[in-house]
């Protein structure tokens, strides 16, 4: 699989440490790539690139590396605060996603709202996983 470009290569290892962690289903913008790394003293820290190519390489070769992660932004998402009751959310946020779910299409203009529908299949991630509209 290809994976996305991010917004700004001139950002990259520019963003703070701190983010939010998965959810929102929808993702507008890949920030950098993520190599989180962690010592045995407890202490955590990061490498941040352009490229999921270059994460995936770094993170099969540093000691105490997990998987990268993409650092994503969404102009606007879904929350679930709670199983099945879903929330359309216009704010921006930040967030790090497991690469996997960069597989699903960039949100469109159609994307929440085909969602959120009434009319929407029984099966609501198939909006998201792009397969219906």
């Given at each position: 699989?290809?994976?996305?470009?991010v917004k700004d290569?001139?950002?990259v290892g520019e963003y703070s440490a701190l983010s939010k962690a998965g959810g929102g289903y929808v993702w507008d913008e890949v920030?950098?790539?993520?190599?989180?790394?962690?010592l045995e003293s407890g202490d955590d820290y990061y490498y941040a690139f352009e490229?999921?190519?270059?994460?995936?390489?770094c993170s099969q070769k540093?000691?105490?590396?997990?998987?990268?992660?993409?650092?994503?932004?969404?102009?606007e998402?879904?929350?679930?605060?709670?199983?099945?009751?879903?929330?359309?959310?216009k704010e921006e946020r930040v967030t790090e996603w497991p690469i996997a779910f960069l597989s699903r299409p960039r949100r469109n203009e159609y994307t929440i709202p085909d969602f959120m529908s009434p009319n929407a299949p029984s099966n609501k991630?198939?909006?998201?996983?792009?397969?219906?509209?």
């Amino acid at each position: 699989m290809s994976y996305p470009k991010v917004k700004d290569p001139s950002m990259v290892g520019e963003y703070s440490a701190l983010s939010k962690a998965g959810g929102g289903y929808v993702w507008d913008e890949v920030l950098e790539y993520r190599v989180w790394c962690h010592l045995e003293s407890g202490d955590d820290y990061y490498y941040a690139f352009e490229d999921y190519e270059t994460a995936i390489e770094c993170s099969q070769k540093e000691f105490g590396a997990d998987a990268p992660l993409a650092l994503i932004l969404q102009k606007e998402y879904i929350d679930e605060p709670e199983l099945g009751k879903y929330i359309h959310v216009k704010e921006e946020r930040v967030t790090e996603w497991p690469i996997a779910f960069l597989s699903r299409p960039r949100r469109n203009e159609y994307t929440i709202p085909d969602f959120m529908s009434p009319n929407a299949p029984s099966n609501k991630l198939d909006i998201i996983r792009g397969l219906v509209r």
